[in-house]
């Protein structure tokens, strides 16, 4: 009898380690845009479908979504073989003073290592276009977030979730 209940544990224990999925907002990767619906409501907007290197694509938007204290479009993006592959946080630049943009990349990043831990990379490559990311391994899902300055003084913050099985996932093997 204990070595049952022992092997049960043991079973028990694997499940919880190795059966973990990566959920986004409580959605599964994979998801259709019925579900996805379903569980955020009614879009702000839906994009045509369109044609790209992963076949036809289409983006559910959600406007008046917040994260780290700053309002952001949710974009959830579509392919008709895959599903719903990525998803994207756009920090609205109104919101952002072009004197402290760095401030806010620091306070969102801190609100990431709070969810996710420590990054797996942190990169600053400064040519014709500054770029500040950090980048992280959920379950073999990647999500980065990354700054881009440009030449002219516009920017851009981004926190992008990307599915073990899209192409663009540098670390889905991981």
């Known amino acids: ?23 986004f907002r409580g959605l599964p990767w994979g ?7 379903t569980k955020n409501g009614d879009p702000s907007s839906i994009s045509p479908m369109s044609h ?3 076949g036809k694509t289409l983006t559910v938007f ?15 993006h579509i392919t008709e073989k895959e599903g719903w592959h ?28 709070t969810l996710y831990g420590t990054p797996i990379r942190n990169t600053i490559q400064r040519e014709t276009v500054a770029t500040q990311e950090s980048l992280w391994n959920k379950y073999g899902t990647m999500i980065r ?14 926190i992008t979730y990307l599915a073990p099985f899209s192409p663009q996932n540098k670390f889905s093997g991981l």
């Open 1 to 23: 009898m204990k070595k049952i209940a022992i092997f049960v544990i043991f079973l028990l224990i694997v499940g919880v380690v190795f059966g973990q999925e990566f959920t």
């Open 31 to 37: 998801s259709t845009v019925e579900e996805i619906i």
């Open 52 to 54: 790209s290197v992963d």
């Open 62 to 76: 959600y406007n008046n979504i917040y994260v780290a204290g700053f309002r952001v479009i949710l974009g959830y």
């Open 86 to 113: 990525s998803s994207s946080y756009i920090i609205e630049s109104w919101q952002i003073d072009k004197d402290n943009f760095h401030d806010i990349f620091n306070k969102v990043e801190g609100y990431l290592l």
């Open 145 to 158: 977030l990354s700054m881009i300055t440009f030449v002219r003084g516009s920017f851009n913050i981004t």
